[in-house]
């Protein structure tokens, strides 16, 4: 079956903090997706990768293929950066699987 | 447009009535896909569009929902004889092409069933 299961389901921080989410998945996939939503927003998505390592601003994305596992690591956290994150993959298909999420709560 | 827009973003409806949810992609964005977000549930697939043509409906959950999608653009989403279980958020997304690709979500429709 076809999972994705991330973790920590909550977390809270102080501000300035270093996060790390980890998500980890079942089977092969084509591509994994870090995605954010803010309290009555929309979904934006973060990062798209299928290997090594990506980097945009203060988070980090990392995937290990060999381990089917990901991380979303957050440097210098804000409490800004409150919201809920969302680890998607493309299980060799279009559509995304989604895991149920982490809810960040960094606290100024 | 700017970003993919979705209408209405919020929808109270009696248990029974049909509802319509529209979503407009991003211009030139072939691939459209519909997810639902329910309490408690999470985030799952209701269909995915290439063009106009629907290669992957398996995510819908009963024949009371049917989407449609012309001219390559706008899609619907309709929901026949809603029941309380079909209240949560429904999210569109689009992609440029088919196959695997950024995914750009709208703001969703709240759809409440009383």
């Known amino acids: 079956k076809n999972e994705v299961e991330q973790s920590p389901q909550n977390l809270t921080a102080q501000e300035g903090e270093f996060i790390t989410i980890n998500c980890s998945y079942s089977?092969?996939?084509?591509?994994l997706h870090w995605l954010q939503q803010h309290p009555g927003g929309g979904i934006v998505s973060l990062f798209m990768l299928s290997s090594g390592k990506k980097k945009h601003g203060r988070l980090i994305a990392t995937i290990n293929i060999q381990e089917k596992h990901s991380s979303l690591h957050i440097t210098a956290s804000h409490p800004r950066d409150s919201a809920v994150y969302i680890c998607a993959v493309n299980f060799g298909n279009e559509k995304l699987t989604f895991g149920t999420g982490t809810r960040l709560t960094i606290i100024p | 447009g700017a970003g993919v827009s979705q209408s209405p973003s919020n929808k109270v409806t009696e248990k029974g009535k049909d509802v319509e949810l529209r979503c407009d992609p991003i211009?030139?964005?072939?691939?459209l896909y519909w997810y639902r977000q329910s309490l408690g549930q999470g985030l799952e697939f209701l269909i995915y569009f290439q063009g106009n043509s629907a290669p992957d409906k398996s995510g819908l959950p009963s024949d009371r929902f049917s989407a449609e999608r012309t001219g390559g653009s706008v899609s619907t989403l309709t929901i026949q004889r809603t029941q309380q279980e079909d209240s949560a958020v429904y999210l569109c997304a689009s992609s440029k092409t088919g196959g695997v690709n950024e995914a750009f979500f709208g703001q969703g429709t709240r759809l409440t069933v009383v």
């Open positions: 089977v092969g996939i084509s591509a």
């Open positions: 211009s030139g964005h072939t691939a």
